[in-house]
Nanobody
Framework: QVQLVESGGGLVQPGGSLRLSCAASTSAFSVYAMNAMGWYRQAPGKQREVVAGMLNDATRNYADSVKGRFTISRDNAKKTVYLQMNNLTPEDTAVYYC????????WGQGPPVTVSS
């Protein structure tokens, strides 16, 4: 079964940047490469929401709330997906997770991201 391990969260001031990583533990390269991957977040008291998704460089999608500030990328050889987050605001405070866009793999722990002065 695939395991997802996210990293890179932390405390950052408004306007700052963070880069999240999510590594998938599968020995089957094709299993990973054929799946569109996404980043999700869940703020306290709110439902988990999708933030960004991509299959390849030509197919990236973002939630309106993060367009122009967040960038999703992936390295299939490393079975890792990234989320570069710039110009962070307190509204970005949440626990961040990765998964396929169909949410078909078990959720990881998710790194908390706190944006506060």
């Amino acid at each position: 079964q695939v395991q997802l391990v996210e990293s890179g969260g932390g405390l950052v001031q408004p306007g700052g940047s963070l880069r999240l990583s999510c590594a998938a533990s599968t020995s089957a390269f094709s299993v990973y490469a054929m799946n569109a991957m996404g980043w999700y977040r869940q703020a306290p008291g709110k439902q988990r929401e999708v933030v960004a998704g991509m299959l390849n460089d030509a197919t990236r999608n973002y939630a309106d709330s993060v367009k122009g500030r967040f960038t999703i990328s992936r390295d299939n050889a490393k079975k890792t997906v990234y989320l570069q987050m710039n110009n962070l605001t307190p509204e970005d405070t949440a626990v961040y997770y990765c998964n396929t866009v169909n949410r078909s793999w078990p959720w990881g722990q998710g790194p908390p991201v706190t944006v506060s002065s």
